[in-house]
T-cell receptor
Framework: KAGVTQTPRYLIKTRGQQVTLSCSPISGHRSVSWYQQTPGQGLQFLFEYFSETQRNKGNFPGRFSGRQFSNSRSEMNVSTLELGDSALYLC????????????FGPGTRLTVL | AQSVAQPEDQVNVAEGNPLTVKCTYSVSGNPYLFWYVQYPNRGLQFLLKYITGDNLVKGSYGFEAEFNKSQTSFHLKKPSALVSDSALYFCAVEDNFNKFYFGSGTKLNVKP
């Protein structure tokens, strides 16, 4: 089975711009979660989608949003980028999202200048 | 507030010696506990999980973890470390609302 894929792998943007990241889960996995990884804060949960519905949300501002398509692929959007948004953004998929291990993608490295 | 603590930023151990990577949590209810490992330039990989049952859980690559409810701890252990175990280890907790909380990570250095 192919693993979780994320595109693009690297992005450079400037403050004020917006960005869209994409995640393709493992085939058959219906839950997709997004995390922000930074050296100082570790991994922080952004949100989780299941069957095209946001089922859980972390403590991030509304500039961070996401969606999930009928094929379980997910996108994450960050609007009005700030310097502090520079991070590795990880996507993880699991069968149902509850009590299941998550399978992580390699991440998208976002740099905001 | 819910939180997961990994008190050691770095753990150094000699190859062949036992290793322990510590994790404590402050999460209400009966959470589910996980360990993940991140190798350089690779995504996080699942190691093991505790849902219920025996407090000692065995996982991938010879790792195991001990759940202690009274101390709210879930320490990762391995009887004999390998140089290839050198990586960044994350403890994660899923609360009863199915939200995940990760620790800040512990860098494990295994020296030959």
């Amino acid at each position: 089975k192919a693993g979780v894929t994320q595109t693009p792998r690297y992005l450079i943007k400037t403050r004020g711009q917006q960005v869209t990241l994409s995640c393709s889960p493992i085939s058959g996995h219906r839950s997709v979660s997004w995390y922000q990884q930074t050296p100082g804060q570790g991994l922080q949960f952004l949100f989780e989608y299941f069957s095209e519905t946001q089922r859980n949300k972390g403590n991030f501002p509304g500039r961070f949003s996401g969606r999930q398509f009928s094929n379980s692929r997910s996108e994450m959007n960050v609007s009005t980028l700030e310097l502090g948004d520079s991070a590795l953004y990880l996507c993880a998929s699991s069968l149902t999202g509850y009590y299941n291990e998550q399978f992580f993608g390699p991440g998208t490295r976002l740099t905001v200048l | 507030a819910q939180s997961v603590a990994q008190p050691e930023d770095q753990v150094n151990v000699a190859e062949g010696n036992p290793l322990t990577v510590k994790c404590t949590y402050s999460v209400s209810g009966n959470p589910y506990l996980f360990w993940y490992v991140q190798y350089p330039n690779r995504g996080l990989q699942f190691l093991l999980k505790y849902i219920t049952g025996d407090n000692l859980v065995k996982g991938s690559y010879g790792f195991e973890a001990e759940f202690n409810k009274s101390q709210t701890s879930f320490h990762l252990k391995k009887p004999s470390a390998l140089v290839s175990d050198s990586a960044l280890y994350f403890c994660a907790v899923e609360d009863n609302f199915n939200k995940f909380y990760f620790g800040s990570g512990t860098k494990l250095n295994v020296k030959p």
